[in-house]
Every structure is written in structure tokens, then in C-alpha cells.
């Protein structure tokens, strides 16, 4: 598969970005959450704690692997049922600063959790309030024994941020998770991407002609992975490495000691990333500090090409280290970085690190009062559905079991059908805060309490409270919601009597019998 062309437009320097900014920084730990998926007690790792899950999710149950020498944190993980391969999404929420942007990492070790008959992982998708992210196959990494990670950044849109585990239609056994980790980032770090529409996912991070560990966290303040990576081409070593906080991303200083480069003046191509990429927009970062002593009077200048496609001209590459981003880049298929000298450089090509990123359009939020609602609402149920986590109505195919939606822009709470669920507990008088409601369903439970005062869900055709334990009077106010055209009651513990409002309304099919001391009676 070849790369697709790129538009001309796409040339011009004002989508690319050299960050000589100076930041202040700080060597404590990235400030967030490290969760320990499935761990019911803390534990200190590397001298960094990591949280047991509970407090951050209600669903779902904890497995140990038997498997020698893992390490800590993948011991455990956090297991979800699988029901007809259902779609349906079951979600870690923590709180978060609105505004903020959030490094999420997933980690998946199977360790054969779901038993001798599923020798392979499951696949699955994962999704960050309500977009969809990827889809979670960890089958090659397993076969290889290894542990699977995923890496986005996320703007926080409100002050709780919610990563879910979701089973699909191709999910043949329970969906699990090892890890979950939401660390806090610096502003300056990706800030040429609009993240008010937009969110990363990662595809490669490359430390190139390092053969060592995974350099992260302490080298990385923001504790990001950046793998070893090694072509067959020249590895140079650094005498000098630049001060990291002259960049926006801030990368570790250790990148730079270290690249790969060419003999004398030859281009430098690169197959990378080294997999095939699916046809979608792409932001790519690279990253450059001449090896050599800073008062050596020849230049290092470079030209470089993606796909053939001019990338940037005349990068001067000092001892000082430069950077250049691209914030939306078409790719498809295998990629060829080619590195040249320009015409005024009298040193050869290098080049020290890069990152690749998927640009993921956001899916949206369900109405906030909606959201805070439907919360409220599962409070007030002592066995709510499952799946009542995360966003709502979003991403599309993954709301809320009993919920409807309304399209668009401003997506609302259309209908709610938990009919013979077998709820029980109270129905929150938060409800009649979900005004697009047109029909609610809840008959067949064991719901109790008083009926509350609905009277401002002006487009309500549609109650079912029937065959339950409710008890007090009918409200009056019922009779003011003029669409409303079924109200079944019947089979309660409602008292009194049923209001004037109510009787004889024309279009109204009213139904209450199987109450005490309701007169008169319709049906």
C-alpha cells in the first residue's frame, strides 16, 4: 500500500513549528493517577505508588495471574463479563483539572485469564469519555510474552475524565485490563494540536540508535516511553546534549545521546515507523542536536522528506538541539523518512528521536445536566445496570443500557427504558431534570418510594411506573405535562386519591388498579 499524495497546501511552514522555548522544570513525579488494575491494596514500584482500583470503578472483578515473574502490576488484573457480545463499555472515572491535558496509558498482560478455552487475549476497544480510541489487540505482544501498551493525550473538557473497556462484536471472551495510568502534562507539551476538537493517540515514540531500557520516568518528567530503536546505518554518540527545556515537548536529554547519522555527506533514509499506517492525519515530531563541540565553526544543515514529500528546508542543527512538528500529516502505508544535507552544510545527516502520533477527532459529551442527572439517578438505585459509567450517549453503539439519544450537536437523553431489570431502590427526583425526555420505562421492578414531581418534562408522552412498590399519592402535576398519553400505574402501593387532573383527560390511557384507595378507578 503507497503512501497517499499530499495537498500543496499542507507544505507551507505554517504547519510546522520550531520550539526554542524556554520552560521552567521540575524533577518531581508527573502529578495523577498510577492504577493498579485488580490490586486491592497500594504498592510502591520503582519508588512510585500505585493505587488499588476500587475507588475508581464499581464494575468488573479482580483475577491474579499465576504467572512466575511478572512484574507487580501486572499480577492482577481487572476482569469484565462478557454478555452476547454486547457492546457495552465499563469505565474507570477520576477527577481531573478542567483544562488540563492528561497523558492516558493503558497496559494488557493476559497471563491466560479467561481460562484453558481462550488461549489468546480478547480484542476489545478502548474510549475516553466519548470518543472511541483504538481497538485493544494484544495477541502478537502475548504471543511474545510481552505486556501491551497504549498511550493518548487527552484535554480534560470537565473535572472527571472517564477511560473505558468496551466488548464489540468481534470481543469473544471477557475484556480485562493490567494498568491505567493519567498523568498530568505540562502546557507546552504538544501545543500546537487544537485540542478542544482533537486528541493523540500514539503510534511509535522512538529514541533512535539507543540499545538500551525503555527510557522513561525519571529521565522523562512527564514519564513518556520512548523505545530503542536501530537501523542498519551509522550510531553516533553525543559529546554534548542540549538543554531539554529550550523544547516544547521537553523530551529527556538522554535522547540526545545518542542518533543515527551517515558517513560523510550520503541521505539518511529511514523505513519508519516500522509498521504500515491506516490512511488517516498524523502528527509527527523529530528531534535534532549536533553531536558535536558547540565551537566548531561547520554547520550541520538538513533538508528532509517524507514519502518523497519536502517536510521542512535548511533545519540548522546546532549543539543547542532543534525540533520540528507537523501537526496534521496524511500518511498511508509503509513510511520513508529520507535526512539530507543542504547545499550549505558541510556535515553529514543525524537524527536523534521521533514521535508519531493518530489524530483522533473527539466524539463529543452528552449534555452535562443530563449526565449529572443520570448519576443521580444511579445513586438512588441499589442495582443500577452495569454499564452506567462513562459518557451516556457516546461513542455511538456504546450508550448506557435503556438509554436513547438525541443527534447533533447538543446531544440529550431522549427516552429510558429499564423495564423488568430488577431494580430496586428509589427513582430520584433529579429526573425531571432530563427535560428531552419523551418516554421513561421502568415497569416490572421493585422500585419504591414516592413518585416525584415530573411536571417539567414538557415533552413526556410515555410513563410506565407499573408493577413496582411505589407508595404516597399520584402527583397532580402529572396532569399539567399536556403530552402525555400513557400513564400506567398499575400494581403499586399508591394511596389516596388520583387526581382531578388526570381523570378523563382526553388522550390519556390511565391505568391504576392493583393500588389501595384509589377512587375512583379508570381501569
Known sequence: MSAMSTPSFLLSLSFLFLSFLSIS?????????????????????DDREWLPDEDFISTGSSKNLTVPRLFPTFSTVR???????????????????????????TAYYYGGVNGVNFTSPPVFDQIVDGTFWRVVNTTEDYRKGSTSFYEAVFEAKGTTMSVCIASNTYTESDPFISS??????????????????????????????????????????????????????????????????????????????????????????????????????????LYFADNRDSMLSSSRVLRIHINEVR?????????????????????????????????????????????????????????????????????????PPLDWN????????????????????????VTLNLTSMGLSGSLSS??????ALTGIWLGNNSLSGTIPNLSSLRLLEVLHLEDNQFNGDIPSSLGEV????????????????????????????LRTSGNQFLSPSPS
Not at 546546532?318 to 500518511?331: I, K, Q
Not at 556535515?347 to 502520533?357: D, M, V
Not at 433529579?430 to 427535560?435: E, M, R, Y
Not at 400513557?486 to 387526581?499: H, R, S, V
Request: aromatic share 10%; with cysteine; charged share 20%.
Open 25 to 45: 522544570l521540575s524533577q518531581q513525579p508527573p502529578k495523577g493517577y498510577l492504577i493498579d488494575c485488580g490490586a486491592t491494596s497500594k504498592t510502591v514500584n
Open 180 to 285: 491505567l495510568e493519567m498523568l498530568l502534562l505540562g502546557d507546552s507539551l504538544y501545543n500546537t494540536t487544537n485540542f478542544d476538537s482533537y486528541a493523540l493517540s500514539l503510534v511509535v515514540r522512538h529514541s533512535f540508535g539507543h540499545n538500551r531500557s525503555l527510557i522513561s520516568y525519571p529521565d522523562d518528567l512527564f514519564d513518556r516511553y520512548w523505545e530503542p530503536y536501530a537501523e542498519n546505518v551509522s550510531v553516533i554518540a553525543s559529546n554534548n546534549t542540549p538543554s531539554v527545556s529550550g523544547f516544547w515537548n521537553i523530551p529527556p536529554s538522554k535522547i540526545f545521546e545518542s542518533a543515527l547519522s551517515t558517513d560523510q555527506l550520503e541521505p539518511l533514509e529511514l523505513r519508519w515507523p516500522p509498521l504500515s499506517l491506516p490512511n488517516s492525519t498524523y502528527y509527527i515530531a
Open 390 to 413: 462513562g459518557d451516556p450517549c457516546l461513542p455511538l453503539y456504546y450508550t448506557w443500557t435503556g438509554i436513547t439519544c438525541s443527534e447533533g450537536e447538543r446531544i440529550r437523553v
Open 430 to 435: 433529579s429526573i425531571a431534570n432530563l427535560t
Open 482 to 509: 399536556r403530552s402525555l398519553r400513557e400513564l400506567f400505574l398499575q400494581n403499586n402501593n399508591l394511596t389516596g386519591q388520583i387526581p382531578d387532573s388526570l381523570v378523563g383527560k382526553p388522550g390519556l390511557d
Open 311 to 383: 517536510y521542512i528546508s535548511n533545519l540548522e542543527v546546532t549543539s543547542a538541539g532543534a525540533a520540528v512538528f507537523a501537526t496534521r500529516w496524511p500518511l498511508e502505508g509503509q513510511t520513508k523518512i529520507t535526512l539530507s544535507s543542504a547545499a550549505n552544510s558541510n556535515a553529514s545527516p543525524l537524527i536523534n528521536a521521533g514521535e508519531i502520533f493518530d489524530i483522533l477527532r473527539l466524539g463529543g459529551r452528552t449534555h452535562t445536566r443530563d449526565v449529572i442527572t443520570l448519576n443521580a439517578m444511579k445513586s438512588s438505585l441499589r442495582n
Open 79 to 105: 476482569s469484565f463479563p462478557l454478555q452476547n457480545n454486547l457492546r457495552r463499555k465499563f469505565c474507570y472515572t477520576a477527577r481531573v483539572f478542567k483544562g488540563a491535558r492528561y497523558l492516558i496509558r
